[in-house]
Each structure stands twice: as C-alpha cells, then as structure tokens.
C-alpha cells in the first residue's frame, strides 16, 4: 500500500471513530447529561468537538508516521494504538448511550493506560508521533477526571 493511501486511511480511521461517538453523544447531550450533577470544572458544551476532532487529526498523523516506518515493533505499535481506538469508540456508547458513568470509567481508565503504552511504544519507532499523542493523554487524563467528577456527584 503507498503511503498516500496509509495517511488518507490514517486521516480518516479516527476520524470515524469520533463520529460515531459524537452519534451517541448528541442524543444524550440534550437530554440526560443536562440533568445530572457535573464538577465544577466542566467547560461548555461546545469545547467538546473542537478539541475531538483536532485530538483525531493528531491522532492520524501519528499513525500515519508509525504505519509508514519500517521499524521491527511497528506491528506492536499499531495493535496498541488499534486497541486504544476501539476503547475511545466505546467510551462514549457507555457513557452518553447507557448513561453509565461508572460503566464510562471502566472504559476510560485502560483508555488512558493504553494511550500511555501507546506514547511508549511509539517513541523509538517515530519520536514525533509519539509527541502527537500527548495532548490526547491530556485530554482522556482530563475527561476521567470529568467522569469521575460525573460519577461521584449522581
């Protein structure tokens, strides 16, 4: 496969994820997520798919940089980063689609763990695309903070 088709690929992967998390999110937004108790430190509504969408850019770029490498841990690499992404999309089903913020941290907790083994694993492989992760462990770091937040206030 030539790389122009692994980075539109790469683009496009966590792009999709997204969407389908947004899909669940919208329907519980305006509904349910507004009569709960939130933390203090909850931003408006609208913060959420700005940051989503540039955090999946990123997200992209990195694999992209690690799927095009020929680096022998490159296979490794790309199952961690896989697997994270599977967790991201099911993180927002259990949360906004089963209105289970305790079912939300069961998700999010090895989210963040595999995001940081992710970060690891890139590093010899492609140093910036491991970097390019970082600010996605920022935010999940943040949104589990929000979770629990959620969970402990309902």
Do not use: R
Request: glycine residues 8%; contains cysteine; charged residues 5%.
């Amino acid at each position: 496969m030539n790389n122009t088709l692994k980075f539109i690929i790469s683009i496009i992967l966590p792009q999709l994820i997204g969407g389908v998390g947004a899909l669940v999110t919208i329907s519980s937004v305006g509904s349910w997520y507004q009569t709960i108790d939130k933390p203090f430190f909850t931003p408006p509504s609208w913060v959420f798919g700005p940051a989503w969408t540039t955090l999946y850019l990123l997200m992209g770029i990195a694999l992209f940089l690690i799927w095009k490498s020929d680096h022998p841990s490159k296979k490794t690499a790309l199952w961690v980063f896989g697997i994270q992404l599977v967790l991201n999309g099911i993180w927002s089903p259990a949360f906004f689609g089963l209105e289970s913020p305790i079912l939300g941290l069961v998700v999010i907790v090895p989210l963040w763990i595999l995001i940081v083994v992710c970060i690891k694993v890139f590093f010899p492989i492609h140093k910036t695309a491991s970097y390019l992760m970082v600010p996605y462990l920022l935010w999940v770091s943040f949104a589990t903070a929000l979770n629990a937040g959620i969970w402990y206030l309902n």
